[in-house]
């Protein structure tokens, strides 16, 4: 699954705000914002991000 989807299923189970999620990710507000709009992320921002959502999906 990309990224940016599993993103998007993450923000609307938390409700978490989309430039909270880029700024606590990878200290990046713009994050979900550029994704749609068509950036690519690197390999090391993608496992930034998957680690991000593995450890919020254990807590919660």
Known sequence: MA?????QIFLKD???PETRFGRMAVNDPRLVR???NGREPG??????IES???ER???Q
């Open 3 to 7: 990224v940016l989807r599993k993103i």
């Open 14 to 16: 938390s409700g978490m």
């Open 34 to 36: 550029d994704l749609r």
């Open 43 to 48: 390999p090391r921002m993608v496992r930034r």
């Open 52 to 54: 991000f959502l593995a």
């Open 57 to 59: 999906s254990i807590s």
